[in-house]
C-alpha cells in the first residue's frame, strides 16, 4: 500500500491562493492516478481534481476548473493543489487519495487515502 501525507492547510482570506502538498511512500511504483477529495462539515466527501501519474493529464469537476490546478513531481512522490481565488464554500478538510486501477470522481477507485489538511476560506 502507499502511505499518504498532506500538508499546506490554513487559514486565508477570500481570493487569496493556498498550494498543498502530498507526499507519498510506500510501493508508489504501484500508483496510476492521484486525486485531492474535500469534505466540508455535514457534506458528503466530493472529489475535487485528479491526475495520472505516468502521463499528467488531468480532471476537474466544474466548481474548481480555473482556478484549482494539481500537479505532481515524480522524483519526489509528491502531489501538489496549487489553489487560487478561493472562496468561502472551498472550506473543507482536504484529502489526497491515491489509485491502482483508474482515475475517476468516485472515492472508491481510491485505496490509500492521506489523514487530512483543514483549508479555511474567510469571507
Known amino acids: 500500500q502507499v502511505q499518504l501525507v498532506e500538508s499546506g492547510g490554513g487559514l486565508v482570506q477570500a481570493g487569496g491562493s493556498l498550494r498543498l502538498s502530498c507526499a507519498a511512500s510506500g510501493r508508489t511504483f504501484t500508483t496510476y492516478a492521484m486525486a485531492w477529495f474535500r469534505q466540508a462539515p455535514g457534506k458528503e466527501r466530493e472529489f475535487v481534481a485528479g491526475i495520472r501519474w505516468s502521463s499528467s493529464s488531468t480532471v476537474y469537476p466544474d466548481s474548481v476548473k480555473g482556478r484549482f490546478t494539481i500537479s505532481r513531481d515524480n522524483a519526489k512522490n509528491t502531489m501538489y493543489l496549487q489553489m487560487n481565488t478561493l472562496k468561502p464554500e472551498d472550506t473543507a478538510i482536504y484529502y489526497c487519495?491515491?489509485?491502482?486501477?483508474?482515475?475517476?470522481?468516485?472515492?472508491?477507485?481510491?485505496?490509500?487515502w492521506g489523514q487530512g489538511t483543514q483549508v479555511t476560506v474567510s469571507s
Open positions: 487519495a491515491a489509485s491502482r486501477v483508474t482515475l475517476g470522481r468516485y472515492e472508491g477507485f481510491y485505496d490509500s
